[in-house]
């Protein structure tokens, strides 16, 4: 697992334990406080994962950059082009 979503899914943990936290919380404040945290700790999963897709892994970058590029058929290997100047 990449460390992002390993990061995201303890975002997603600590966002659980903030609304057992809420739940069981005896005042009101103290109880949107904890849900606010809630809220908080989803929006970094979400951000984490939006990063972890965004980035590119090796396989995906290969197949962006096209062949020729990739050292198979390579521009310079071609020997120039001879023309006859009789004529």
Not at 2 to 18: C, F, H, V
Not at 39 to 67: F, S, W
Request: glycine residues 4%.
């Amino acid at each position: 697992m990449s460390d992002n979503a390993t990061t995201a899914d303890r975002y997603r943990q600590k966002a659980d334990e903030s609304v057992t936290l809420a739940k069981e919380a005896i005042s009101n404040e103290v109880r949107a406080l904890h849900y606010a945290m809630a809220e908080r700790y989803l929006r970094l999963a979400e951000d984490e994962m939006k990063r972890n897709a965004a980035k590119p892994t090796p396989g995906r970058l290969r197949a962006r950059v096209p062949r020729r590029h990739r050292g198979e058929g390579r521009l310079a290997d071609a020997s120039p082009p001879i023309y006859d100047k009789t004529g």
